[in-house]
């Protein structure tokens, strides 16, 4: 088995992404899938942190003529749902979870306390924080680029429904071509819209390396855990 080059992970996944081919709520067959890679990670001693999206029940721009932060709001409590639903995956194939939030709901999970998050991983459980960041306006693109520089975090491995950054849209044009390899100034300067330009300037601040690729064929985590070369790697200038 490949060593992972890795110690200290925040995967950060699309709600989209746990609906698998439904398109809306939840595949119970696609988040299993996905757990099993988890766990595999966790078993090769890799401490994982996970954010995840809540788009495959609610995006708060889908909320046409409501107020902005109402509908934000709603869709930080969609985050907490597929949450919720990892961990009981995640549980049930004997992993060690904890979910944390970052608005308390202390009936459902941890408030969100860095220090006992970290001593969680210590302790090989695996952290998943929900309700991005608490506050609206931000991404859980946004709230995946604070938890990884708060956790100390080596990668963001973002883990989608696209397997990597294209120069335009793949579904749309079939010449699309993908990058392996982009700066942080590059994904700004062509205003690529795959990672949103907050987390992108955050991780440029604190040096972590964005690695997005698709969670199609399962087993990418482990790859991409392991250092292959699969989707687009996001980093500064080497010197």
Known sequence: MEKPIYKRIVIKMSGEALAGNKGFGLDWDTIKAICNDIRAVVAMGVQVCIVVGGGNIWRGRSGVGMDRVNADYM???????????????????GVEVRVQTAIEMKELAEPYIRRKAIRHLEKGRVVIFGFGTGNPYFTTDSAAALRAAEMEA?????????DGVYDCDPNQNEDAKMYQALTYIDVLDKGLKVI???AVS??????????????????NI?????????GTLIEGVKE
């Open 75 to 93: 869709g930080m409590l969609a985050t907490v749902i597929n949450a919720m639903a990892l961990q009981d995956a995640l549980e049930q194939l």
């Open 154 to 162: 080596d990668v963001i491995l973002s883990a989608k429904n696209v």
């Open 196 to 198: 949103d330009s907050t």
């Open 202 to 219: 955050l991780c440029m601040d604190n040096n972590i390396p964005i690695h997005i690729f698709g969670l199609n064929p399962y087993g």
């Open 222 to 230: 482990q790859k991409a855990v392991c250092g292959e070369k699969i």
